[in-house]
């Protein structure tokens, strides 16, 4: 039976984690202990991780600030598992994560893991439609964490498993911020370990709770998906680049009118038939007319500030200093 660390860097998140850590004590499979590390925050959770140490094996680290990835390498240092699980404090695990696991782990060598995410029945009908526009094929192409993956999975920080072989061969995360969960998948997958999805090994990932906030974590992951090329150039492919010609396409539309009312006239026809295909899937998988307008708004707000992002960040020389914010 193998030993799992649960590594959970945290900024001023006090409330998720006393949720994160509440999900943790209804496991079925019981073998891990918990490491949140409190990165600088003013908002510590200290006194939170004291009221689970009767029912979990809880260590509370406090350091200063660095960002989620040189944190989650503070908590690998110091963690004692066969494996090293990392989790994002808005994340609710649901009871049988772990058993599910070990169970795959039993059948299927992998030194790399990772699993999807899901909207839980107590969310905002917002952070359903985050979700939904998360994994929806008009946005991601609906192959985010699921079966129909193409080429090696590279699992994101979220819900992600490493073994303890992996973080002493790759020294963990080389970067703080701006992908360095797409960068340490890489890395692994270079150095030859192998990498694998676990269908239903699923969190369930609360996200934003505005769509300002999304708008503001989407545009860093567009600049993210760039800043990568300083690493691995050839891991940019045309795939990427489509939320950005989504907002040059946009753009274009636009200004179209000026140069013809048919272009204009044709865009609009096609942007009401993508608005209609986001509208009528999210509402045949949440049977909610509410969460089903709201996937219009995320979908929108995730192409956009993603695209955004990535046209930003292009403009960036490869060769200057990499940026951590």
């Given at each position: ?7 959970v ?6 409330q ?5 850590l ?34 979990l ?17 503070y ?9 090293f699980?990392v ?24 030194d ?74 890489l ?34 992951f567009?600049?993210a998906r ?59 998988q ?7 307008l ?25 060769d200057?200093?990499?940026?951590q914010?």
């Amino acid at each position: 039976m193998r030993y799992y660390s649960v590594i959970v860097p945290v900024y001023n998140r006090p409330q998720e984690v006393l949720e994160l850590l509440e999900s943790l004590c209804l496991q079925t499979f019981k073998n891990f202990e918990v490491l949140i590390v409190e990165d600088g925050s003013d908002q510590p959770c200290k006194e939170i991780t004291q009221q689970f140490e009767d029912r979990l094996k809880i260590r509370y680290f406090f350091k200063p600030n660095s960002g989620q990835g040189f944190s989650r390498n503070y908590g690998f240092e110091r963690a004692e598992g066969d494996y090293f699980v990392v989790f994002d404090s808005d994340c609710l695990i649901p009871e049988k994560y772990f058993e599910t696991v070990e169970a795959f782990l039993d059948q299927h060598q992998l030194d790399v893991f990772g699993g999807p995410d899901k909207a839980h029945a107590s969310f905002t009908p917002l952070q359903k439609a985050i979700s939904y526009s998360m994994t929806s094929p008009f946005t991601t192409g609906g192959i985010r964490g699921n079966k129909k993956h193409v080429g090696v999975f590279h699992p994101r920080s979220f819900n992600m498993g490493i073994s303890k072989e992996v973080f002493e061969k790759t020294g963990g995360y080389l970067i703080t911020r701006m992908g360095e969960d797409i960068e340490f998948s890489l890395r692994t997958i270079q150095h030859g370990f192998k990498s694998g999805l676990i269908p239903d090994a699923f969190v369930y990932h609360k996200r934003r709770t505005s769509l300002k906030q999304f708008f503001k974590q989407l545009h860093f992951f567009g600049r993210a998906r760039v800043n990568i090329r300083r690493f691995f150039p050839k891991e940019l492919k045309a795939v990427h680049t489509l939320p950005a010609v989504f907002v040059l396409g946009l753009v274009f539309w636009a200004v179209s009118y000026l140069l013809h009312p048919w272009l204009f006239f044709t865009g609009a026809g096609l942007l009401s038939l993508f608005v209609v295909g986001i509208f009528l899937h999210s509402l045949l998988q949440s049977s909610s007319f509410k969460v089903a307008l709201l996937s219009v708004a995320a979908a929108f707000t995730q192409l956009i500030a993603y695209g955004m992002g990535m046209l930003t960040e292009a403009f960036r020389k490869v060769d200057q200093p990499l940026s951590q914010k």
